[in-house]
């Protein structure tokens, strides 16, 4: 499995931006897959933004597109999730992953790794 590890999480108010690092422990251009996760709680994970090795597609929660920008820099090993426009809804603890089994681009389940998370707090 993919060592991941996040940073860049932290607290701003309504309207600010952060970007979220993950780092990765193997080259990600060997990964199938990557994406940004979130957990409010109470609530249940939820996909925020994703990115497959073949054709490089993304996605995009709802929720966040037009806001949020998914990149990576293979040089790295690094994922990266520029957050614009931040609102209290985007309060949660982000998580990187890798390597999809199954399910589709923004679906929690499937993903063979998990990094331990970043907390976002945003405040109005």
């Known amino acids: 499995q993919v060592q991941l590890v996040e940073s860049g999480g932290g607290s701003v108010q309504a309207g600010g931006s952060l970007r979220l690092s993950c780092v990765a422990s193997t080259f990600i251009s060997n990964t199938n897959f990557m994406g940004w996760f979130r957990q409010a709680p109470g609530k249940e994970r939820e996909g925020v933004a994703a990115i497959y090795r073949t054709g490089s597609a993304t996605y995009y929660a709802d929720s966040v597109k037009g806001r949020f920008t998914i990149s990576q820099d293979n040089a790295k090993n690094t994922l990266y999730l520029q957050m614009n426009g931040l609102k209290p809804d985007d309060t949660a603890m982000y998580y990187c992953?890798?390597?999809?089994?199954?399910?589709?681009?923004?679906?929690?389940?499937?993903?063979?790794?998990w990094g331990q998370g970043t907390q976002v707090t945003v405040s109005s």
């Open positions: 992953a890798a390597d999809r089994l199954y399910g589709g681009p923004l679906s929690p389940g499937g993903c063979q790794s």
